[in-house]
């Protein structure tokens, strides 16, 4: 299969397709909130209706993602990020799932829980990814090495390279808060 990495980046396109990639990202959030209403509220035929339409713009936002080179074509770093991240996550989601309760809205808070748990299995899922291929690790000789402060994604090369809108691809943090590893 021909690889589609990165056609659109550095080249007049590459904000039109930035901007159709957030948008479908967006609607992937708008939908799957549409189908929480709409189950809530008995209409469980939309609510079906509305998380396909959920899962196709993920599979867009995933397509223009992959155009303007967001995410590394050699993944697997990024994989090992992501699975300390999720294994991460589940504690974080379970600590604001604690305030939930504690501001009194048990409902969401229980949801949440069961979400943080979600975070931790997608990270043991990540981790036997990473043991069944077991992707060689990239030391990155005589490359700076810059490091997200927010969720520990690792960028190699010059960060400064990068358009004055970059952000970290797992949590949206500006290029100006990475620190360079020492």
Not at 74 to 94: N, P, S, Y
Request: with cysteine; proline share 4%.
């Amino acid at each position: 299969m021909e690889s589609l990495h990165g056609l659109t980046k550095g080249t007049e396109l590459e904000p039109m397709v930035k901007a159709i990639m957030t948008a479908e990202a967006n609607g992937t959030m708008m939908y799957y909130a549409l189908a929480r209403l709409a189950e809530e509220q008995g209409f469980s035929d939309a609510a079906k209706d509305f998380i396909e339409a959920a899962n196709q713009e993920a599979v867009h936002a995933g397509f223009y993602a992959t155009l303007n080179g967001k995410y590394p074509k050699d993944f697997w770093e990024l994989v090992r990020t992501v699975q300390k991240a999720e294994i991460g996550g589940e504690a974080q989601v379970k600590a604001m799932a604690d305030k939930v309760r504690a501001a009194g809205f048990a409902a969401a808070a229980d949801e949440m829980e069961v979400f943080a748990k979600q975070e931790g299995h997608h990270g043991v899922v990540l981790e036997k990814l990473l043991e069944k291929y077991k992707p060689e690790k990239a030391e990155p000789t005589g490359q700076k090495v810059y490091v997200c402060p927010v969720c520990g994604y690792e960028y190699v090369g010059d960060i400064n390279a990068e358009p004055d809108d970059y952000v970290c691809p797992l949590c949206n943090q500006p290029k100006s808060a990475f620190k360079e590893k020492e």
